[in-house]
């Protein structure tokens, strides 16, 4: 039985594979997130966290892109190109775990609300309308401000403020599972809450489940940057934080454009990317939208 499950999870990843490949936006949003993904993997053997110090520069005040900075220098003479690389440690990881703290919440309440009826689920229901409502990106602000900088609390601001619409979407799809007959048969064998929420209504929405992280991750991204853009940062160097120094120190008015441009373009490409892989993924792993994209 173990052999015949293996084949079948085989299979099933090579047609999932075979499907993804179809999609060229798909594809090309991989190659990128890949290609980010193992550049911050070698950041370390490259070059170390001293490029982000402030006396660490050693080229001219906001010089543009040269032999020696590809990518010019800063406000203190460091490279613009170094100082890239080393922030998208920072950003990458503060948008991967707080999308993860966000799947994870929005997953357990939103089965909750979908699983359980009566007050239970009402009240769950309520609380995730109440955080539907707040402004993420104030409430977050707040959090962290109150928090404290560092890269947990900003992790910890925006995945508890950005769950809502995971746990909604959650909930929907559970309703749909549990309206099964094996849901009703499993009820009526003697299976307890643990075992449907797990072994029935888990397996299900995860699918769904992947295709929305991605899009979390990319919102994460965009959430981090513009809190360190308005100063609440986790203290490290991260491509939000060097808009920020751009701004600060009048790039825009210096002519400095490479200072600016390029972080922008970085949280564009990798935000972009996990978009379309979130998309190639949602009409892969739902049938629908498959069918519809075969038509």
């Known amino acids: 039985m173990s052999n015949l499950a293996w084949v079948r999870r085989q299979r099933s990843v090579q047609r999932f594979w075979r499907d993804f490949r179809t999609h060229k936006a798909g594809m090309a949003g991989l190659v990128v997130l890949v290609v980010a993904v193992v550049l911050v993997v070698i950041a370390p053997l490259f070059i170390d966290s001293g490029v982000t110090n402030v006396v660490s520069g050693t080229g001219a005040k906001l010089a543009p892109p040269s032999w ?7 406000e203190s003479g460091r490279s613009v190109l170094l100082m890239i690389w080393w922030g998208s440690r920072t950003s990458l990881l503060i948008g991967f775990l707080a999308a993860l703290l966000s799947m994870v919440i929005g997953t357990v ?50 995945g508890v403020t950005s769950w809502p619409s995971t746990a909604r979407l959650i ?15 499993s009820h009526a064998l003697g299976a307890g809450h643990w075992h449907i929420t797990t072994r029935h209504v888990l397996p299900n929405v995860a699918p769904l489940l992947l295709a ?25 160097t991260s491509w939000g934080t060097m808009l920020r120094g ?13 200072y600016i441009l390029i972080p922008g373009l970085c949280i564009v490409a ?11 993924l949602e009409t892969v792993l739902n049938p629908r939208l498959r069918t519809r994209a075969a038509r």
């Open 68 to 74: 020696d900075y590809p990518l010019g220098t800063d």
């Open 109 to 158: 309440l939103g089965i909750a609300a979908g699983h359980f009826r009566g007050w239970a689920g009402a009240i769950v229901l309520r609380v995730t309308d109440w955080f539907l409502v707040l402004p993420s990106l104030v409430t977050a602000l707040v959090l962290a401000a109150i928090l404290g900088g560092s890269t947990a609390t900003i992790i910890i601001a925006i």
């Open 171 to 185: 909930r929907a799809q559970t309703l749909a599972v549990e309206a099964r007959p094996y849901i009703e048969r």
């Open 212 to 236: 929305s992280t991605t899009l979390e991750v990319a919102s994460a991204i965009v959430t981090e940057s513009t809190l360190a853009f308005l100063g609440v940062s986790a203290n490290k």
């Open 246 to 258: 751009s701004y600060d120190w009048g790039a825009a008015t210096a002519g400095a454009w490479w």
């Open 270 to 280: 990798v935000v972009m990317a996990f978009t379309l892989c979130g998309r190639a």
